[in-house]
């Protein structure tokens, strides 16, 4: 059965950036499942497993503009220290959330003193070229819950 629309894949990937650090995987954890079709999976890695069938060993190359964007300058801003809770530690590298017009968002601290802490708005992998090892465990129908859900019902996700 090959990936199309409202199948559910379930794989095993790693991913790593274009140097090699590896940044996230599925191996020794559950395999990844989700709904084909529905942009759950950023949309470089899902139209590149569209016709796959279980059994599929490959590698696939995502640029930024397929994946998390290209990283913008325009993010990076400077937020008074007296924003945050005056006890909250705050530490470079660290990720805050922030209520603003659109919403929630999240950042990342870049660096915090006295007076202020610069933030970043860009995703932690805007910018980056992604490289996925991925097999393809199992592609099978979606339930008719999964469908009415539009998310793969798997590992332990049940209701
Ligand atoms: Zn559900």
Known sequence: MKATQDRV???????????G????SSRGRDPLAYLHGHGHIIQGLESALEGCEAGFNGSVRVPPADAYGEYDPQGVF?????QFPPGQDIQAGMRVQAEGPQGIVNFTVLSANDQGVMLDANHPLAGKTLNFEVEVLEVRQATDQELAHRHAHAHGHDH
């Open 78 to 82: 400077e937020a008074p220290r007296d």
């Open 21 to 24: 650090l590896l940044l996230d």
């Open 9 to 19: 894949v379930s794989l095993h990937y790693t991913l790593t950036d274009d140097h």
